[in-house]
C-alpha cells in the first residue's frame, strides 16, 4: 500500500514536470552505457532517446538533461555505482530496483543527489548515518538495529518493511523533520527538534505500553499518524489532552481500535488552526455510557472523521459546532436529526450507516454538502435535495432510507424552487432564490453569467462574460437540473400588468416583469390583500377571503420588489346559498351564506335561526302593598320544555306561557327584582320593576304650597291663581304673552316668545351592544334628513325611511290656542298653550343583534348676543326632577333658565314597547353653561315599534330683579349649531351573557334613585 501511494506520488510529479523532449549529448551517452551495465529494458531501447523522458518517474529538464532516474537492474553481476551516474551531471532524484550495490552507495552519492529512492537491492539494512540528502527511502529493512542517528542527515525518511528502531540519546540538531517507519515499539521523540510529521505504522508485536511511556514526545509533532499491521487494541493517547499541543493533523486508522476510555477526553487546549482529526475504526468500547467521549475540541478544527464505533446519540451541537466538515459515520447513532444543528461555518455532515429516524427539515438545505445513506430516516426529502435528486451524487447522498420522494427522476416546478432576483454591479452579478441547488456548473443564462462561487444560503456569485446591451432588462435563467427554466428582471421596470380575471375568490394577473417569489408581492383587490399562491415573471395567481362580498369597479394596487402599479378591474362578489335555507326563520345573504335570522330567532350549534331568541322586553306592575299576578312580556317560542321562572332566587309557579307572555305570581314589594327564566336548556337573567309606584313626586314639590298642589297620581302640579309652568314657579303676570312654535321642514323645532327662543331638535337614533357600545354602522343621523311627509294645521309628519325598510318617523303637534290634555302609555298630562310634543316612532328596526337596545339623542341650545343679556334677571340655570325617588338620576322634568326665560321639558316615564307600556329612562349628558343640552334617552329592545312622547314648553321666570326694559324690548333670533355626538349612556333593555349552552338576559330599567335637582 505504502508503495502504491509513492509511486502515485511520482506519477503526479512526472505529470506536473515532464514534457516531451528528447535526450541530448553527454545524457544520452550515459544512459546508453547505464542500459548496457544493467541491461534495464528501458535504458537499452533504441527509443530510449525519445522515449526516456516521457516515462516516469524520469524526469527532464527543457533542454534534455536528465534530472530523475529510474533503474531496474536485470544484469546484477556487475555492482552499480555512483561513478555509473555522475555523467548525468543534473541528476538529483534516483530510483532503484534489484540493485546489486555496495554498502557505500547508500552512504557518498553524487553530491547532486537530493532525493534516494532504493526499493529492492542485495544491501539489506544500514549500519551508518546517512548521507545529506532531502529525502530516502529504504525498502528492505532487516532486523539489525536502526538507530536513531543514523537520521540526523536526512529530512524525510521513509521505510516499509518493520525496522529495529533503536533510540541512541539526544537527537537535537538533527535535521529529520518527517518519518515514515513501522516498528514494534514507539521511540521517544522529544529530543527530535525538527521532527514535525510522524507516519507510525504498528508492527505485530506492538508494545501498547510503549505508546504510553513515550506519548510525550508527540507534544511537539503537527501531522500525527498511526496505522497497524494487525489488529491491535490500545488506550487513547491522554498526550493530546495536553495544554501545549501543536498538532494540526491527528490520523488513527488500520486496525486500531480503542479501549473504553476513563474520562472524558479533552482537546479544546489545541489552538493551532485548520485542525484534522481522522479516528477510524474506533470500536464498540470507545464511548462512555454509549455517548460521544470527548468533553472539548479544538477552537479551530476543520475535520472530524471518526467511523465505526458504537455511540448511542449524535453529539451535542454546542460541542461539535465548530467543525468545518463533520463526519460520524457507522457508530449506530440513534434519534433524529436536529433542527438548526449547525453553523455557518460548517460545510459538510456525514451521518451515514446509523440508525437515525425521523425527517430531515428544511433547516438542513443550508448546508453545502449533507450525506445521510444508509439510516432509517422517512418522509419527504425537503425540495433543496429533491429537486436535483437526477445529479447521481446528490441522490447517492440518501440511498437506503425510507424517504417516500427519493427518486432519480425527481421533478420540480415554481412551488418548490425559484430565483427571487438578479444583483447587478457593473459586470458582477448575484443570484438569490429558493433551492437554487449547490453546484455553479448547473446553472445557464443568456445572456452568458459565468458562476464562480456558491455563496450558499440559495446565492451564487458570477459575472456577465460579456457587455450587457442597455436595452437588456431581463436575463433567462436555466437549471439543467432539474431541468426549468426563469426569466428575471434586471431592470427597474414595474410591474406591468395586461388583464385580470376572476373565479369566485380566485385571480389571474397576467403581464410581466413580476416576480417567482411570492413574498416579494403586496397585492390588493380592491380594499382586501390578495393572498399569493403562485407567481413568475409573466402571471400571478392569488385569493382572497371566501366568499367574496364587495363588488363593483375596483382598482388593483401591485408591489413586486418595492416597484409599483396599479390597474382598473371589475370585482364581482360570489353567491353562497345557506345550509337549510335558514329553516325558513331568516333570510339567507347570499354574499356571506350566512342566514340573518328574524328577530324571533337565533342560530345555535347547527340550528339554524331555528332556536327561540329567548328574551324579556317588560313586565306589568301589580301593587307594592299586594303584589299579585305580573305579564312578564318578550318572546318565548312554541317550545317549553321544562319551563321555569325564579325571583329573587326563588321559584315562582308559572301560570301560563305563550310565545310571547309568561304569567306567574308574586308577593308585595318594591324596587326591581333579579329574575331568571329557563325553557329548552336556555337560561335568561334579568331585573325587572314589577310594582307601581304609590304615589308620584311633582317637580320641585310644584314650588310650595301657595303655588300649587302636586297631583300624586301622575306626578302633574296644579298651579294656583298667578302661577303657570310645569313647577308653578312661573308668574302669569310675566307670561301674559304667548310662546310660539315654529317647526321647520328640517324637522328641527324653534320655541320662543318676545324674548328669548330655543331650538329643540332630535340628533340621532344608534343601535347600543350589551356592553353599552355604539354597534358599528349603526347610528341614523336624523339632522337634515327628515322628509316632510305632511303638515296638517298645528301637526306636521316627518319620515326617515332606511335601506333595510326600517321606519322612523316623527310627528310634532304644536298646542297653539289652549291648554291641552293628553293620555300616553297610561299617563295622563297638560300641555300648556304655546307648547309643543313630540312623537317618535321607530318601526321595523333591524337589529343587528336581538341582544341590541337603541338610544335617542335630543338637544337644545340658547345663545343671545350681548347687548341682550341681562345679568340682573338671575343666574342661568339647568334643573330636572324626577317623578320616583325609587329611580336615580332619572330626568322626568327638565327646565333650562337663560336671562329669566325657561324651557320647559316632560320626559314621560314610560314609553310603548311592542305596543305595551314600559320604564323608559331619560338622562341629562351636559349641563354645563353654554353649551348644547344633550339628553339621552334609552329605549328597550323594540321587536316591531317603539313610541317615544316627550313634550316641551317656554315660560318667562320670576325674579324681582329684571329691569321692564329688558324683558320686552326684542325677540332673539336663534341661530343652533348641534353636534352629532354620539354618547355613552345606562341602557335599560338587554344585557346578554351567552354562555355554553344557554343565553343569559338582563333587561329591565336599572335602579337608579333620582334625587331632585334644585
Known sequence: MNKLIITLSLIILFINNTKCVNITGADLSCVEALGVKTQDTLLISTNVKSTLCSTPPAVCTSDGQITAIQINQKNRIQKLLWTDLQCLSSLNTFYGYNLAIDASFFYYPLSTI??????????????????????????????????????????????????????????????????????????????????????????????????NQNSGGLINLVDISFKSQYTIYIDFPTTFSN?????????????????????????????????????????????????????????SIDTL??????????????????????????????????????????????????????????????????????????????NCFYCYLNDSTIYSRFTKNLFSNHYSNATCDYSQMFVSKLITDGSNVTLIGKNVGFYTYNIKT??????????????????????LDRSTKSVEIRFLIPGINFTVSISDTPPQITTVSQNENEFTIDGSFFSYDPSSIDLLMGNEKCNITSSTFYQIRCSINYPVIDWGEKQMGLIVDNKKSSFGFYLNYTKVTCSDNCNGNGICDDHTGNCQCFIEWTTYQNQLCNVSNQYVSSSSKVSQKDGGVIDIYGWFGDIHNYPYVLVEGENKTIISITNDTIALSIGPGKGSKNLKVVQNDIEWFGVIYPYLEPLLLCPDNCGGSEKGV??????????????????????????????????????????????????????????IDFNNNVVPNSIVNLLGNWRL???????????????????????????????????????????????????????????????????????????????????????DSVEYFSNSDDISNNINYLKITKNGQSLFGRFQDKM???????????????????????????????????????????LVSFSNS?????????????????????????????????????????????SIKMKRKN
Open 912 to 954: 310603548l314597547s311592542d305596543g305595551r307600556p314600559t320604564t323608559v329612562l331619560a338622562k341629562l349628558e351636559n349641563s354645563e353653561n353654554g353649551k348644547p343640552k344633550i339628553i339621552t334617552i334609552s329605549l328597550p329592545h323594540c321587536a316591531n315599534q317603539c313610541i317615544l312622547d316627550p313634550d316641551f314648553s317656554l
Open 789 to 875: 311627509m305632511n303638515k296638517n294645521g298645528s301637526i306636521s309628519t316627518f319620515e326617515i325611511k332606511e335601506n333595510n325598510n326600517t321606519m322612523i318617523t316623527m310627528i310634532i303637534e304644536q298646542v297653539e290656542t289652549s291648554n291641552k290634555q293628553f293620555n300616553f302609555a297610561g299617563n295622563q298630562f297638560t300641555i300648556n298653550n304655546g307648547g309643543f310634543k313630540i312623537s317618535l316612532l321607530i318601526s321595523n328596526w333591524k337589529f343587528k343583534n336581538n341582544l341590541n337596545t337603541l338610544q335617542i339623542q335630543m338637544s337644545t341650545e340658547i345663545s343671545l348676543t350681548e347687548t341682550n343679556i341681562d345679568s340682573s334677571c338671575g343666574p
Open 446 to 467: 443568456t445572456p452568458s453569467i459565468i458562476f464562480t462561487t456558491n455563496n450558499y444560503n440559495d446565492s451564487f456569485s458570477g459575472k456577465f462574460s460579456t457587455s
Open 962 to 1006: 329684571c329691569s321692564n326694559e329688558n324683558k320686552r324690548s326684542w325677540v332673539l333670533p336663534v341661530a343652533i349649531v348641534v353636534p352629532i355626538v354620539t354618547v355613552s349612556i345606562i341602557i335599560v333593555v338587554s344585557i346578554i351573557l351567552i354562555k355554553k349552552n344557554s343565553i343569559k338576559i338582563r333587561i329591565g330599567l336599572n
Open 114 to 211: 537530493k532525493r534516494i529512492f532504493i526499493y529492492t537491492s542485495n544491501i539489506m539494512s544500514i549500519t551508518q548515518p546517512l548521507p545529506l540528502v532531502d529525502y530516502f527511502f529504504f525498502g528492505m529493512a532487516d532486523s539489525t538495529a536502526f538507530y536513531a542517528s543514523y537520521l540526523k542527515n536526512v529530512k524525510e525518511f521513509y521505510v516499509d518493511q518493520l525496522l529495529n528502531f533503536q533510540h541512541d540519546g539526544d537527537q537535537t540538531g538533527s535535521r529529520l523533520e518527517k518519518l515514515t517507519i513501522i516498528c514494534n515499539t514507539l521511540p521517544p521523540f522529544q529530543t527530535y527538534s525538527n521532527l514535525k510529521t510522524l507516519d507510525f505504522t504498528m508492527g505485530d508485536s506492538f508494545s501498547a505500553l510503549s505508546l
Open 710 to 767: 302636586c297631583n300624586s297620581t301622575n306626578g302633574e302640579c296644579k298651579c294656583s291663581s298667578g302661577w303657570t309652568g310645569l313647577d308653578c314657579k312661573s308668574s302669569t303676570a310675566l307670561n301674559s304673552g304667548t310662546s310660539k312654535t315654529v317647526v321647520q321642514s328640517t324637522g328641527s323645532t324653534t320655541i320662543s316668545n318676545q324674548d328669548i327662543g330655543y331650538l329643540v331638535l332630535i340628533n340621532s337614533i344608534s343601535e
Open 243 to 299: 495544554s501545549s499541543l501543536n498538532f494540526t493533523r491527528l490520523n488513527i486508522e488500520n486496525q486500531i481500535f480503542f479501549n473504553k476510555p476513563t474520562n472524558y477526553i479533552d482537546l479544546s487546549n489545541n489552538n493551532q488552526m485548520n485542525i484534522i482529526i481522522n479516528l477510524k475504526s474506533v470500536g464498540n468500547a470507545f464511548n462512555i455510557d454509549g455517548k460521544f467521549p470527548f468533553k472539548g475540541l479544538p477552537k
Open 305 to 382: 472523521y471518526i467511523t465505526t464505533g458504537n455511540f448511542s446519540t449524535i453529539p451535542n451541537q454546542s460541542l461539535i459546532e465548530n467543525v468545518t466538515y463533520l463526519t460520524l459515520v457507522n457508530l449506530n447513532m440513534f434519534g433524529t436529526l436536529p433542527q438548526n444543528f449547525f453553523t455557518k461555518k460548517t460545510k459538510m455532515v456525514n451521518f451515514g450507516g446509523n440508525n437515525l429516524t425521523g425527517t430531515i427539515d428544511d433547516s438542513w438545505c443550508s448546508l453545502p454538502t449533507l450525506v445521510i445513506m444508509e439510516n432509517q430516516l422517512s418522509g419527504n426529502l425537503p
